[in-house]
DNA sequence: TTGTACGCGTTATCAA
DNA sequence: TTGATAACGCGTACAA
């Protein structure tokens, strides 16, 4: 059992109040006693029991991290940026994986929920918008982290895809490129739908027209073997560069590059988007657009701060960033 | 403010104490009123407190994972195996990284025993054995995950790294490979010795002689370059094949040769350790050794379900595997 | 300057 | 079958 102010109290003789008070540097307790008592509680080893704390001050100091799955490597820099602001604000974290299935994300909601959390933050969810009524009943504040869902009417913090993907065909452009592909997945309609509307937003822009034939969307599962795919398209609509979903397609694409022997970047320019680790191991190196992660989870964090606060906040949009490496060069 | 078991006994005009009762299927309260109180729990969203049930119970079905950050790869993988089986307890983790700091890390600890969990996990931790006088405070149970520090009183899983390595260098030995070079480096001294023996002693094994020259450790801080300055010294040493400390020194390895034009597997094989994400996007893909992180990070949190249930239990220690891919071949 | 009494939300004991 | 009361560890209004 851990010791409690009313075992100081007993060893001390005096009363656990005194010893409550004295351990917060209450001004009405002498010097004295304050001194003894911390030395005593010091040496004791009493270390103050949040859960009495939290059912008096009705506040846990702990938030819930709602992710679909920590193996995301995406997931991975945005909970790193959360710990970060909430241990440096004395905050706690408490990690729930919902697998990307909407039961399980009502029920982790509800667990965090029974054990009061003083927000919430979700990562990522394609659900979302789903458990409003579950959110009426539980009052504390939801910051959602790059939400795919439609329904706005919580606080939230995302990258901006269109502007990360436009950032990409601009460079692609500048590069002198006229003939610039897509390739995207069909697994994740709204996320792949806003990047290319930044690219035809740019595309138009650049005063090039959209070319439908360049724009592909293999029917594949996995990201990888839609880039793999994607490759015969883009030679047959004799593309010149191309702009992919992600890395990962990206290095599907660099995969059929090397097996058909068409060497990046000379023949072909490759841009992804995500910034992944391997993307810096791959040959040749990927040019890509990077997503500020870390900082995604330190603003959602800050923000949940703010609303914890009762100030008001704005949804927060942050811009991508080109990272050139080799797998881009002028036509 | 949540809805309370008083709040419902007010609207049901019973006690309080009929309330609880009622939720839990109490025995001796009438199924008529037990029904009744359940439907208007319901309805009035009533979810318990976890922090009112803790004070009580001294439980708070909560553990912590220290971790140094979840930035590492490996961490990753292992706090998904936590977390899965935690959830499937009905038990919440608590992330809490420590960035291998000894002072951060006490700090930690000392968060999470105020926070009255259950139990802690501790990953990676260079520490570990430092914390003995706050451990004998915190009368929680502790499983270390691979620590590398050499105090063993604590429970503790890991990973048996000799073995992964003798894994690495049989494989070799069965190509036929009879100068099979090691590049370790220098920032993880024990985690190094530890693979580097298991290296030695497969090499005895297979009855070939330790040649000195074919173990090398560039003096470089990160693991990529000590691989691509490795590849002269083992080119030197007449090396026809190379165990690398880990997958990056291998990768380093492997874009130093892409450099100079030697050819991977045909005149020099490379096994890795680790088996992370590029591993399978570089060229060619990378035989390594697997580390089963995933049943690392179940058998650690299984481990604290015994523990916490007053077991006894026993320190284990995992076998690696290992994956073939196309970066080894016959001499 | 210190102590008494109460309440936070829940459960357990004892009484009705 | 139900209710009153105390207790978990802590903080605070009020009394001494």
Redesign the pocket.
Known sequence: ?PV???DIARVAG?????V??A??DHP???RE?TQRIQALAQQMGYI??AV??S????QTWTIGMVITTIADPFVVKVVEGVEQVAQAAKYSVFLATSHNNPEQEVAVVETLHRRRVDAIIVASSRVGSLYSSQLDRIQVPIVLINNNAEGEYLHSVAVDDAQGAALALQHLVSLGHRRIGYVGVNNRPKLNRRRLAGYRQALAQAGLAVDPTLIIYPDRETDLECGQIGLQKLLDAQATAVCCFNDVVAIGLLMACREQQISVPEQLSVVGFDNIEPATYVAPPLTTVAQPLLVLGQRAMEMTLHLIAGHKVQDQRLSCQLVVRQSTAPV
């Open positions: 059992m409690t102010i009313k005096v009363s656990h109040t005194t409550s008070r351990l917060k009405t307790i002498s006693t103050p029991s009495a704390q059912l008096l001050s009705r």
